[in-house]
């Protein structure tokens, strides 16, 4: 597997392909998805690309074809700065390349009370 990132830099010149160039100037998917957890899930569908595939949207789908993988583990092993990541995941499962699905709680666990964060954090401020 080839490290995307890597490839694309040089020490002295900096990024060979600027980020916004692999996410074609976006930060968010094509269809406007909700931001993409860290910890969600992400599965190949098996189904084949219709047509060929960036190359960072490639190794994406081949990390995912071995197993599935956390989004924060795919950015890690794929080299990409997270923020490309998730938009170039966005666009495999807008293709139906990919399955996200969000990451399961802890077994008897629970969002925090908003009053008990507040005075958390009102306690914080006190310090």
């Known amino acids: 597997?080839?490290?995307a990132w890597t490839e694309r830099y040089d020490e002295e010149a900096g990024p060979l392909v600027r980020l916004y160039a692999m996410t074609?100037?976006?930060?968010?998917?094509r269809?406007?998805?909700e931001r993409i957890d860290l910890m969600a899930v992400v599965r190949a569908?098996?189904?084949?690309?219709?047509?060929?595939?960036?190359?960072?949207?490639?190794?994406?789908?081949?990390?995912?074809?071995?197993?599935?993988r956390t989004?924060?583990?795919l950015a890690s092993d794929s080299g990409l700065p997270l923020g490309v990541?998730?938009?170039?995941?966005?666009?495999?499962?807008?293709?139906?390349?990919?399955r996200?699905?969000?990451a399961d709680p802890a077994p008897g666990s629970s969002r925090p009370d908003a009053h008990l964060l507040?005075?958390?954090i009102n306690g914080l401020r006190a310090l």
């Open 1 to 3: 597997m080839s490290d």
């Open 24 to 29: 074609g100037g976006r930060a968010r998917t």
């Open 31 to 33: 269809d406007g998805a």
């Open 45 to 68: 569908t098996g189904a084949t690309p219709r047509a060929p595939l960036p190359p960072e949207q490639h190794d994406l789908l081949a990390l995912c074809g071995e197993a599935p």
């Open 71 to 73: 989004v924060a583990d």
């Open 85 to 98: 990541a998730r938009v170039l995941l966005g666009d495999l499962t807008a293709r139906d390349l990919l």
């Open 100 to 102: 996200i699905t969000p």
């Open 118 to 120: 507040r005075e958390v």
